[in-house]
């Protein structure tokens, strides 16, 4: 049994999994530079107020699941883990005068986020996200563009299109009255409110819609909804977002009840899950408008829009549509030697080959030849260089482990013929 095992609710990602990650990361990253957006990273780590401030006190994510770090210094800071991107890159906004740049700006990060939940089937205490915000733009095109991204980053990573809920939770003009209904609602029915719904009730009603408390299902079917409360600038907002969606052809379906489980959203609200799949851990990604986080986080007023989408959760929903498991890279071609101490010469020729630009490994181990072999065909090379005593005259032996046929080549043409095999055979 190890003595150490990875943190409870981590994992390690061994190199078939990395592997997939490696690719949704591309993925994201070509998907994002297509859309027009600027790749960006920010610490880990942020002072707890980014998030307090940011995500709201009265949340899942502030009240339970924030990864408080204890300062070893007197810098008079506190520090948390990122829970989610969104905070820290409206904080670096702020803080560099992006404001100041050409709006709207368009950010893109994918990474590890925290959150002290507890551990359960695809949700982890450090996750991965892919995502992106725009500053600037105060929609409804966009907030359409961005749903519509969302769902290509899955279809392109090989899912179903997912199921797309959608919903207006409104903004300072309407949400104030409605939220007053919502707890004149809840507070008739106290009686069935858990204890920490009650303490929720008395600062921010609209998180009892949000509560994975399984005795509140029933009771929030029950509530009223803020859709035929909505201003006529939301409402108006709101019908063009779904003009726009059908007019790229996003299928998707209004749910009156999906608030999301963060303070800063304004006006359009989303979550994606995997097609008929929708659960509380189920749950693909989502995103929405929070047109006043930036003043919230002390910059100027600055409409502002956003998803993050769960590359764990969407690696899971891969696995259970019955993906096949991505293919790990392999080696073109394994330097291998005669002589088991010849390790310099395989060295150096497996460098030059890099080099030229090919994917080639050397075995350094000092072992027999046949061993040597073994190895390059249980990595899936597809050659062997042999190096032998021809190596004098300039020559090595390349066999093509598939065919097991061999020949002497001048190690000066050796590159360039490993890369005319190498195009042969895409």
Not at 299 to 305: D, L
Request: glycine share 10%; hydrophobic share 40%; net charge neutral.
């Amino acid at each position: 049994m190890p003595l150490f095992r990875s943190p409870r609710g981590t994992r390690d990602l061994l190199p078939p999994e990395r592997t997939a990650f490696m690719r949704l990361e591309r993925i994201a990253a070509r998907l994002a530079a297509q859309y027009g957006f600027r790749p960006i990273e920010t610490p880990l780590f942020e002072q707890t107020g980014v998030f307090e401030r940011g995500v709201g006190e009265v949340t899942d994510v502030v009240e339970k699941e924030l990864f408080r770090l204890a300062p070893r210094s007197d810098e008079g800071e506190t520090w948390a883990l990122r829970p989610e991107p969104t905070a820290g890159l409206v904080r670096a906004y702020i803080q560099h005068g992006m404001q100041t740049w050409p709006q709207p700006v368009r950010l893109t990060t994918t990474g590890p986020m925290f959150r002290y939940d507890r551990p359960q089937a695809g949700r982890y205490r450090q996750f991965w996200q892919f995502d992106v915000e725009v500053f600037g733009d105060p929609g409804p095109a966009v907030d359409a563009e961005l749903i519509e991204l969302a769902v290509r980053f899955h279809t392109e990573a090989g899912l179903e299109a997912p199921d797309v809920y959608l919903n207006s939770i409104g903004d300072d003009a309407c949400r104030p009255a409605y939220v007053e209904a919502l707890a004149a609602f809840y507070l008739e029915r106290i009686d069935r409110l858990p204890r920490l719904e009650r303490e929720r009730l008395e600062r921010n009603p609209l998180r009892l819609l949000d509560s994975k408390d399984p005795s509140m299902v029933e009771l929030n079917a029950e509530a009223p909804t803020i859709t035929g409360r909505l201003c006529d600038a939301c409402a108006g907002h709101f019908a063009a977002v779904r003009q726009h969606l059908d007019a790229v052809g996003v299928r998707y379906s209004v749910d009156p009840r999906l608030v999301r489980g963060l303070d800063y959203y304004t006006r359009t609200a989303w979550e994606l899950f995997p097609a008929g799949a929708r659960g509380t851990q189920s749950a693909l990604g989502g995103g929405g408008r929070y047109d006043r986080l930036v003043e919230r986080l002390g910059g100027r007023a600055t409409p502002g829009i956003g998803f993050g989408i769960g590359l764990d959760r969407v690696l899971l929903a891969l696995e259970a549509q019955g993906a096949p498991p991505e293919s790990e890279p392999v080696p073109l071609a394994v330097v291998v030697g005669a002589d088991p101490a010849g390790t310099r010469e395989r060295l150096r020729i497996a460098t030059e080959l890099r080099a030229a630009g090919l994917t080639v490994r050397a075995d350094l181990a000092q072992r027999k030849l046949g061993r040597q072999l073994e190895g390059a065909v249980r990595d899936g090379a597809r050659f062997a260089v042999i190096v032998g005593d021809d190596l004098a005259d300039g020559l090595v032996q390349l066999r093509d482990l598939g065919a097991a046929s061999q020949k002497p080549v001048p190690l000066a043409d050796l590159p360039a013929l490993l890369r005319r095999k190498s195009g042969a055979a895409q």
